[in-house]
């Protein structure tokens, strides 16, 4: 089996049945559909009843949040890869899941862009440390090979933002290989905590990068992220020797660039 969709939701009826509507109606058959309802109250499940036939595996119950909830979808995926589409969240066409899988990768981690306007489509081009640092590869948009997803489930402390340290573990401390399409895959609710709760997201992510980082290391990113991309820019007008422009270039790139495309 190549894909396993996992869907998370709580207390989203509406949501959830677009996110299924979504799901089973691409093209490409070969994936299993997993929903994980953290004991919804408002006719969930129902829902999930009502499109039971399409559903491989479904549970509802308390489960501590969208961390523990994609954790136990994790524990029951059996395909190549996983996506997780959670509930409110929409493939955007109908043959999404087609256009991933006939690219010519074999990536760790393949992710596609995503079509609200306004949002930063990271990996294009390859991926950075630093983009991990200022930024965040869309999850909904990634397809995380099962077995890498399981080498690192998601950190349940967190509320918000295990998702992107999952990223930084795979991406920088793995050595996982990574993809990216600017195939459009998901049309994205903006409405979720990650997008509405900014300064839970700020605390959240600091607090992550001193539980991976050295303090050493942290400063030469924060050094980093206030001139990246300016410095590469930059560099021929620093000095006009081309010996010293080199160098400067040299050094921005073996600090920026981790594992590519």
């Known amino acids: 089996m190549k894909l396993s969709i996992i869907t998370v939701n709580f207390n989203d009826a509406e949501g959830l049945e677009r996110t299924i509507k979504s ?21 969930s499940v129902d829902v999930i009843k009502k499109y039971e036939s399409y559903i491989d595996y479904w549970v509802a119950e308390p489960d501590g949040g969208i961390y523990p909830g994609m954790n136990k979808g994790l524990r029951q995926a059996k395909g190549e890869y996983v996506n997780f589409m959670n509930g409110g969240d929409c493939y955007h066409s109908a043959d999404v899941l087609d256009k991933i899988f006939a690219l010519e990768t074999d990536a760790d981690i393949i992710t596609g862009a995503h079509s609200e306007n306004g949002l930063r489509n990271v990996g294009k081009g390859g991926v950075t440390m630093l ?4 930024w965040a590869i869309d999850h909904q948009a990634s397809f995380i090979r099962r077995e890498v997803a399981q080498r690192h489930p998601y950190d349940e402390k967190y509320r918000i933002v295990s998702d992107w340290k999952f990223f930084i573990e795979a991406l920088v401390l793995d050595n996982c290989s990574f993809y990216y399409t600017d195939t459009i895959v998901v049309d994205v609710d903006m409405e979720g905590i990650s997008n509405t709760n900014f300064e839970l997201d700020k605390q959240e992510r600091e607090a992550v990068l001193k539980e991976l980082f050295p303090e050493r290391v942290l400063k030469d990113y924060q050094l980093l992220a206030s001139i990246h991309p300016e410095l590469l820019e930059a560099a021929p007008r620093i000095s006009k020797s081309q010996t010293i422009q080199n160098a400067i270039l040299k050094l921005a790139r073996q600090l920026l660039k981790i594992k590519g495309a």
């Open 131 to 134: 983009d991990l640092y200022k």
């Open 23 to 43: 799901v089973i109606s691409q093209t490409f058959r070969d994936y299993e559909f997993i929903i994980i309802d953290g004991g919804s109250t408002d006719g």
